[in-house]
């Protein structure tokens, strides 16, 4: 089974400032099955990003993916205050989902 | 528009039967590829992924979880029902539910999520 290690669990930041956060496979994936989510209390969690890079619909340029076999990474340039959230990615493989255990994004 | 919404109970016993509703709009299971899929999120942990349905009525489960989960869908009533057996405070969390539009495809559009709390 793959596993999907995110880092940093939490990075405190502010607004106008660029993150980049990390998801590392277990073993070499398919970029095509690599997404990544935005979750916020109260809220639909959001899908930011699929096969690794392509944004999805209505999601701002400053959301960019990038990566391939086991290192993917979420760039967000100049944050926005409701950027402050929880990100999660995930991998299909084998008939399954899974998801990293997510880095929070606070101010 | 695509839209999904979660129901059930809030509060379920230990040992009982939980059941979910995921109600959805905007797609239909008679399109080729379509799937349901149900996600938790239990307080302060991560999501993590429960089973899916198809179009075709091809079922995916959790390995860890599998002897616990039914998915079911109604095509007539754009209903997806997920049941899982005997529960524990352990499976208190926020159910969601979430299309995807082929088997392993992203999960495009999600549900706001139900509270469920196990406790005696």
């Known amino acids: 089974e793959i596993v999907l290690t995110q880092s940093p669990g939490t990075l405190s930041l502010s607004p106008g400032e660029r993150v980049t956060l990390s998801c590392r496979a277990s073993q070499s994936v398919s970029s095509n099955y690599l997404a990544w989510y935005q979750l916020k209390p109260g809220q639909a969690p959001r899908l930011l990003i699929y096969g690794a890079s392509r944004r999805a619909t209505d999601i701002p340029d400053r959301f960019s993916g990038s990566g391939s076999a086991t290192d993917f990474s979420l760039t967000i340039t100049r944050l926005e205050p409701e950027d402050f959230a929880v990100y999660y990615c995930q991998h299909f493989d084998t008939s399954s989902y899974t998801f990293g255990q997510g880095t929070k994004l606070e101010i | 528009q695509v839209t999904l919404r979660e129901s059930g109970p809030a509060l379920v016993k230990p040992t009982q039967t939980l059941t979910l509703t995921c109600d959805f709009s905007?797609?239909?299971?008679?399109?080729?590829?379509?799937?349901v899929s149900w996600i938790r999120h239990p307080p302060g942990k991560a999501l993590e992924w429960l089973a899916l349905i198809d179009w075709d009525d091809d079922k995916y489960y959790s390995t860890s979880l599998k002897t616990r989960l039914t998915i079911s869908k109604d095509t007539s009533k754009d209903q997806v029902v997920l049941t899982m057996t005997n529960m524990d405070p352990v499976d208190t969390a926020t159910y969601y539910c979430?299309?995807?539009?082929?088997?392993?495809?992203?999960?495009?559009?999600w549900g706001r999520g139900t509270l469920v709390t196990v406790s005696s």
């Open positions: 905007g797609f239909s299971f008679s399109t080729r590829g379509m799937c």
């Open positions: 979430a299309r995807s539009q082929w088997v392993g495809d992203e999960l495009d559009y």
